[in-house]
């Protein structure tokens, strides 16, 4: 039984949250044409590719619709978590996710006994919750560096396919942390890394788990993840290192009086090692608008990586572990057992007194919105795969949709992750449609749009430095006030193909908090900025992103 494809009497070019603000729910969209249990088949054949080949000028992506997920939620089967898997799906459906990675900690007592019990409780939460796409997934310790999330589609060896990868492969586990500059085992340590990504994509390739993907988290969180380290591994297999976290999960803990006055959202809270790369300046261990430095800074690292002119998405997500003001705490451990030779942590037990925690409940502020053509788990990953990916945090907007055109063509463009292929000095218009929030968020706020800005960076090939962090030639081009404006609406934006190609990417943000961004004023007026340590609400400085639109431009 195949994916199923989404109505044909919907229009999918449309977020869900924009249907829903219509009066027409995503889950009404997908139930009404009977897309629960059958999208749930776990051998159907492969999705379709997203796009079809272009051959000429133009191109034209198809409709989507827009699923809501996040890929980095822990669970009793992380030594450091502390919530069941029904508490989190249950949150999560609270909260509107459609899809979710529970991606559990590397660890021996994990590999020998944890991710067999989480697989089967896994299959237990797909059974009960027919309505979420639920994957299993790992966190990995990289060696010579920071963490990844790995997920692989269901089948019978997604568990399988994990933990040879734990073994074989994780850094903590192996012993191979050490990634400082000029230290002995770094050298080792860095190809190690690649060849766990070169092992995934021989997986899916041989046919042995129908996809997996590999998404970066927090890279500057320690600075560890260096810029070519990260090239390496997108180079390594970009069918299967997609990209990394925009924005970290954590993003409760800089609330005023929560955890104190040094606190930073994200956890953000570290300074340069020996092991960090000693190329990111002290600021880069900051978050920016609740965003990783490397991707707030406009025509900072993620650009630097874009203007090659090859995608690499980016993602937000909960990291939960544990709940600001939940009032839940870890059970305690019969005796003679522990995390190591049970792979689980005893369920926890609410204590009715707010206990120590960073996170939000998957959903309930960060969401990453993936389009799709159909409904079900390697649709999912297709989605993300090819870029088609925005984010929020706070609930921001009800809906985003981005259409770029060539002005002499008719039909709906190319959209997030595309590419249109024009003429030296041809028009293009950028259609950015937005919807704005309907309702309150979790917090009992009513989001408010304020700017949507336009960014453009030149595509030069690859870098020749691959440890390099800027692209000097990628600004702010345009903003658009919006402030005030409610509903459903299409700003146009003209555009004009020079004799490079380029790339557009969209951001933008309530207008509470902004400034000089980090590179200065004349590459972006009105950036995210710092929050004073201990003073970060959240709520208050919300952001959204897109990933970027490749304009490729071929002579006369």
């Given amino acids: 039984m195949t994916e199923q494809r989404l109505p044909a009497w919907a229009d999918p070019s449309v977020s869900p949250a924009r249907l829903d603000a219509q009066g027409v729910s995503r889950r009404r969209l997908l139930r009404g044409a009977g897309l629960f249990g059958a999208a749930f088949a776990l051998g159907s054949a492969a999705t379709p590719a997203l796009a079809s080949p272009r051959g000429g000028f133009g191109g034209e992506d198809p409709r989507l619709a827009y699923l809501v997920g996040d890929h980095h939620v822990h669970s009793v089967y992380s030594h450091d978590a502390k919530y069941t898997f029904s508490q989190q799906a249950r949150a999560a459906a609270t909260y509107g996710l ?63 396919l994990l933990t040879q990868f734990e073994l074989a492969y994780d850094g903590k586990l192996l012993g191979y942390t050490e990634g400082s500059a000029g230290a002995a085992d770094t050298a080792r340590n860095e190809a190690h890394a690649v060849k766990a990504i070169k092992w995934l994509a021989e997986q899916r390739r041989s046919g042995y788990v129908d996809d997996v993907l590999v998404l970066a988290n927090h890279p500057l969180r320690l600075g560890i993840d260096s810029p070519h380290e990260m090239r390496n591994w997108r180079d390594a297999a970009p069918e299967i290192m997609i990209g990394m976290e925009g924005a970290p999960g954590a993003q409760g803990a800089a609330i005023p009086g929560w955890r104190g006055s040094t606190s930073i959202r994200g956890e953000y809270e570290n300074k340069p090692t020996a092991q960090s790369w000693a190329g990111y300046p002290a600021d880069a261990f900051l978050t920016y608008g609740g965003f990783d430095w490397a991707t707030a800074t406009v025509g900072g690292l993620w650009d630097s990586m874009l203007a090659e002119g090859r995608l690499f998405t980016i993602t937000t997500n909960s990291d939960n572990h544990r709940t600001v003001f939940d009032t839940w705490k870890n059970g305690d451990w019969p005796a003679g057992q522990n995390f190591d030779n049970t792979g689980k942590l005893p369920d926890p037990v609410n204590t009715d007194t707010p206990q120590p925690g960073s996170d939000f409940w998957p959903g309930e502020f960060s969401r990453t919105h993936v389009g799709v ?9 297709a989605g993300l795969r090819a870029g088609r990916v925005w984010l929020d945090h706070g609930h921001l907007l009800d809906g985003l949709d981005v259409r770029l055109r060539r002005d002499c063509d008719a039909g709906r463009g190319v959209t997030l992750g595309g590419r249109l292929r024009v003429r030296k000095g041809e028009r293009i218009t950028l259609y950015v449609t937005v919807t704005t929030a309907s309702r309150p968020n979790p917090q009992g706020i009513l989001p408010e749009l304020a700017h949507v800005d336009v960014i ?101």
Wanted: glycine share 10%.
């Fill in 98 to 160: 459609d899809w979710m990675v529970f991606n559990e900690h590397s660890n021996f007592g994990h590999a020998s006994y944890g991710a067999k019990l989480e697989h089967a409780e896994i299959v237990r939460a797909r059974a009960e919750n027919p309505r979420q796409l639920i994957f299993q997934g790992l966190e990995w310790y990289i060696p010579a560096a920071e963490h990844c999330t790995v997920f692989a589609a269901p089948g019978p060896h997604e568990t399988d």
């Fill in 373 to 381: 053509t159909r409904y079900g788990y390697r649709a999912v990953m």
């Fill in 456 to 556: 453009r960076g030149a595509v030069r090939g690859p870098a020749a430095d691959r440890d390099t962090w800027r692209a000097p030639d990628t600004r702010v081009v345009q903003t658009r006030d919006v402030s005030g404006r409610k509903g459903t609406y299409t700003l146009r934006i003209p555009l004009t193909a020079g004799e490079e190609s380029f790339y557009v990417r969209l951001r933008g943000s309530d207008g509470n908090r902004h400034g000089a961004g980090y590179l200065g004023a004349a590459i972006d007026p009105n950036g995210p900025v710092p929050h004073e340590p201990g003073n970060g609400d959240p709520w208050a400085d919300t952001w959204f992103y897109s990933n970027p639109v490749f304009v490729d431009v071929a002579g006369d």
